[in-house]
């Protein structure tokens, strides 16, 4: 199996920054880390069980033959010119001159929940994310239609799934680990979430459609 086609969707899904930045506001709240935790629980949850259904979808597909358009492709192209636009938008709709988000209000009602709504909104995060929906069924595409053993397809699931959600359990284990003291660092990013995230948002997006795109032709042609 190709795992380097695996690498644009699991970089893509790590770097979505609402599920970071909500993981990083509920921490900087009193007692935010269990609901921190459970935030990003919800989130790596809605990655595994997506990755489940697009794997199943992808084993169902058959395989192109001679002089048949092979499904993955198109999938790809599509999802390249579906991320293209999510980067368009995401420019011209989301963010204000400076690159802030036009509304950071969010961050307030977040900090204030516990546990179980945490879970809830990393699961909400998870499906009405279009990039996280789309590069999840890229992935699940490429695993299924390579038929790995139950073995191979369990130790590549596993680290799909632990580098796609590794940027939200990041801040977590900072916090755990340092106390008080990640109080700094947290701040840091906080600021920086706020104030180039949206940008580097459209950068990810442009960068991941180029590469969807170019991969999906190429395997047309």
């Known amino acids: ?22 993981v990083v506001f509920l921490l900087g709240h009193r007692g935010g880390l269990a609901p921190a935790a459970a935030c990003a629980s919800g989130w790596i949850l ?9 794997v199943s979808l992808g084993e169902r597909l058959p ?3 001679e002089g048949e358009t092979d499904v993955r492709a198109v999938v790809e192209v599509v999802a390249g010119v579906v991320l293209l636009g999510l980067a368009v938008w995401q420019w011209v709709v989301r963010r204000l001159p400076d690159g802030r988000p036009r509304s950071t209000g ?17 699961v909400a995060w998870f499906l009405t994310n279009p990039k996280a929906l789309v590069l999840s ?7 299924g239609e390579a038929d790995p053993s139950l073995g191979t397809l369990a130790w590549i699931g596993t680290g799909y799934v632990l580098v796609s959600g590794s940027t939200a359990l990041l801040p977590i284990a900072v916090a755990a680990a340092l106390g008080p003291r990640a109080d700094r660092p947290l701040t840091v990013v906080r600021r920086a979430i706020a104030r180039w995230g949206s940008l580097a948002l459209v950068v990810v997006l442009t960068v991941l459609g180029l590469v969807q795109l170019v991969a999906g032709v190429l395997a047309l042609r």
């Not at 069924?137 to 695993?143: C, E, K």
């Open 106 to 122: 969010w961050a307030d009602a977040v900090g204030a929940i516990g546990p179980v709504r945490a879970f809830l909104i990393g």
């Open 137 to 143: 069924l890229t992935a699940g595409l490429v695993v």
């Open 46 to 54: 809605s990655v595994a069980a997506a990755l489940v259904v697009a």
């Open 1 to 22: 199996m190709d795992v380097a086609a695996l690498v644009p969707a699991v970089v893509g899904i790590a770097l979505s920054p609402l599920v970071v930045a909500s």
């Open 63 to 65: 395989s192109p033959a």
